[in-house]
């Protein structure tokens, strides 16, 4: 019959011995660490910050009044294989929201209503719209915004591409020489 043996006593100089206390407290100190910039993502998203972290100010749009912002002052990042994207954020006032029916941004002027651009998406007081950065581009292209009307109006503004996003100039201005 097989004798039970003692089980050998571990090395207490191990390694995971001597610093597990250590490495459990660095595990629960880390997250603290990126707290900060947890709650700062969320006010932002919650609209607590603003539209986005530039504000582009007010605008008349035709008969509308809007407020624009540039969501991030990041880069365009990449979006798959659709393209490079920057969002912007925009907002309309209170008593043009019964009257707009859509807003649209794009690089270079539009043709017509069916190539306006991107669409904006959420609620009147904070839309965003996510403009694709084509490869045909240029850093002194203007960016147009078209809003269009429940009675079929278009109105349209424009401004260049390096006053509403420096960032997305400067990368086009990159990826292009």
Not at 76 to 81: E, L
Not at 129 to 157: F, K, N, R, Y
Request: glycine content about 6%; some cysteine; charged content about 20%.
């Amino acid at each position: 019959m097989s004798q039970p043996r003692a089980s050998q006593p571990r090395h207490r100089k191990s390694l995971w011995f001597r610093w597990r206390f250590h490495l459990s407290g660095l595990l629960l100190i880390l997250p603290m660490v990126a707290m900060p910039f947890y709650f700062d993502d969320l006010a932002m998203s919650r609209g607590e910050k603003g539209l986005g972290e530039r504000d582009l100010g007010q605008h008349q749009v035709g008969p509308w009044q809007i407020q624009l912002a540039e969501w991030d002052t990041n880069p365009p990042w990449r979006d798959g294989v659709a393209s490079y994207m920057k969002t912007f954020s925009l907002s309309l006032c209170e008593s043009c929201i019964p009257e707009v029916k859509a807003a649209y941004m794009r690089i270079g002027k539009p043709r017509n209503l069916r190539t306006a651009g991107a669409i904006s998406f959420g609620t009147p007081y904070r839309q965003f719209i996510s403009m694709p950065i084509t490869e045909s581009a240029t850093a002194d292209a203007d960016i147009w915004l078209t809003l269009e009307g429940w009675d079929g109006s278009v109105h349209q503004i424009s401004m260049p591409l390096a006053d509403a996003s420096p960032s997305a100039a400067t990368f086009i201005q990159r990826r292009n020489h």
